[in-house]
């Protein structure tokens, strides 16, 4: 992991520091709070700055057995992982195997001729010819034409026969194999021509299949070999031995309090899943995206030696879509357009100024990961309560601003 300090002394003294005692304290009563009125079951959080170092540990892993949350638990990151799939694409793009702005159908035949809906709430049949094919950068960038819209209606033709055929985004994991995925997309019409909108997690999954057989690995093992290895991340993958598994939860209707829910059939992610999904079915520990965030810091480099070429991780931490495609693309929170652009597998902060250049992403299981270039700053926060509104973002805000800062 590399330990080179990646705060200068101007740098140092044009903010605050996030690792001020007084600041921690408020953070820590903070986190206390969230575990002790039982909403959240437990939690690991990390500020790094440089070579320092903070961690704080609460709750429990286990609610049934008591077990302890411990500074090595594992999570399931859900999509706080896309970046991952975007590096190890990335890495590909860097050996000539794959180019960002090449067609990707000599490796997904299955989205080859695509098809396009006339309107997002056209009839199936009611397309026109794709004007060009789809890309690596259309599948990172979310711009494929494919996942989450929460434009116009909900229950639009497209959206209710992804729903039919288990490959709509959402909290449970895709639970055959990535042929059977790729075989129900391809029957599917595109929401809009390539690269014209922005439409969430889809693209991020077709990715990770794509690395599998453009590698001639699994995705897994692409990334174990590829990335976690040389970066010191010993616990990311898509499975973990169960008793250092961090047990899922999502809140009771009624009450509000956790329920034991899991992302996965049968025995989670205590076993490796069919499909090794690239969009949210990671694992992992803070001290590995800790590492990871270091890593996109560094521009590519392990202590350093350069692992990825600083181009294409500018590239990947560069606002890739237009205003138009904001426009047409609503997110939440619903200002959220206003701050942020979305790079390769990752959002990026755009606005105020003081945040601008701020990487990361969270996930829907109640993860948190984010880097900053300005001030050599990597927060991690993780808990294992899944996500099933607005406000559950709050405790993860509170976290950031009290990184990095508020904005």
């Known amino acids: 992991m590399c330990t080179r300090p990646l705060l200068t002394r101007r740098q140092a003294r044009a903010g605050a520091d996030p690792l001020r005692g007084s600041d921690l304290d408020g953070l820590r009563d903070r986190l206390d709070a969230a575990v002790a009125?039982?909403?959240?079951?437990g939690l690991v959080a990390l500020i790094a700055r440089g070579p320092r170092v903070w961690t704080h540990v609460a709750g429990l892993r286990d609610l049934d057995s008591g077990a302890a949350?411990?500074?090595?638990?594992?999570?399931?990151?859900?999509?706080?992982?896309?970046?991952?799939?975007?590096v190890a694409a990335l890495m590909l793009v860097?050996?000539?195997?794959?180019?960002?702005d090449e067609p990707v159908v000599r490796w997904l035949p299955e989205l080859a001729a695509r098809r396009v809906l006339r309107h997002p709430h056209s009839t199936l049949d009611d397309t026109r010819p794709a004007s060009r094919a789809l890309t690596l950068r259309d599948l990172l960038s979310m711009r494929m034409g494919l996942g989450v819209s929460i434009a116009g209606p909900a229950n639009t033709p497209i959206a209710a026969r992804m729903q039919a055929l288990d490959v709509a985004p959402g909290p449970r994991l895709f639970a055959k194999d990535a042929d059977s995925f790729m075989a129900r997309l391809g029957s599917l019409p595109l929401m809009?021509?390539?690269?014209?909108?922005?439409?969430?997690h889809t693209g991020l999954d077709v990715a990770g299949v794509l690395i599998a057989r453009a590698s001639g690995m699994s995705l897994g093992r692409f990334l174990q070999t590829r990335v976690c290895a040389p970066l010191g991340m010993p616990d990311t993958g898509f499975a973990?031995?169960?008793?250092?598994?961090?047990?899922q939860y999502r809140p009771n209707a009624n009450t509000g309090m956790p329920d034991r829910w899991t992302a996965t059939?049968?025995?989670?992610?205590?076993e490796l899943p069919r499909f090794e999904a690239g969009g949210g079915g990671h694992v992992s520990t803070v001290d590995d995206f800790h590492a990871f965030g270091r890593f996109l810091l560094s521009q590519g480099a392990v202590d350093g030696d350069p692992l990825l070429a600083p181009g294409l991780v500018a590239d990947m931490l560069r606002d890739q879509?237009?205003?138009?495609?904001?426009?047409?693309?609503?997110?939440f929170p619903a200002d959220f357009w206003h701050r942020h652009g979305w790079g390769l597998g990752l959002a990026v902060r755009t606005d105020p100024p003081s945040a601008r250049g701020r990487f990361g992403w969270g996930g829907g299981c109640g993860t948190s990961f984010w880097g900053d270039p300005a001030t050599g700053t990597v927060a991690v926060l993780f808990t294992q309560r899944m996500m099933t509104g607005a406000d559950d973002t709050m405790l993860a805000d509170a976290f950031n601003s009290a990184a990095f800062g508020p904005g």
């Open 37 to 41: 009125s039982g909403r959240i079951p």
């Open 69 to 86: 949350m411990t500074r090595d638990t594992v999570f399931a990151v859900a999509s706080a992982g896309k970046p991952l799939t975007a």
């Open 94 to 100: 860097q050996d000539g195997v794959l180019g960002l």
């Open 192 to 200: 809009h021509q390539p690269g014209d909108g922005w439409r969430y």
């Open 240 to 247: 973990a031995p169960a008793e250092r598994l961090a047990t």
């Open 265 to 270: 059939p049968g025995a989670g992610f205590a």
């Open 321 to 331: 879509i237009t205003p138009a495609q904001k426009a047409a693309s609503p997110w």
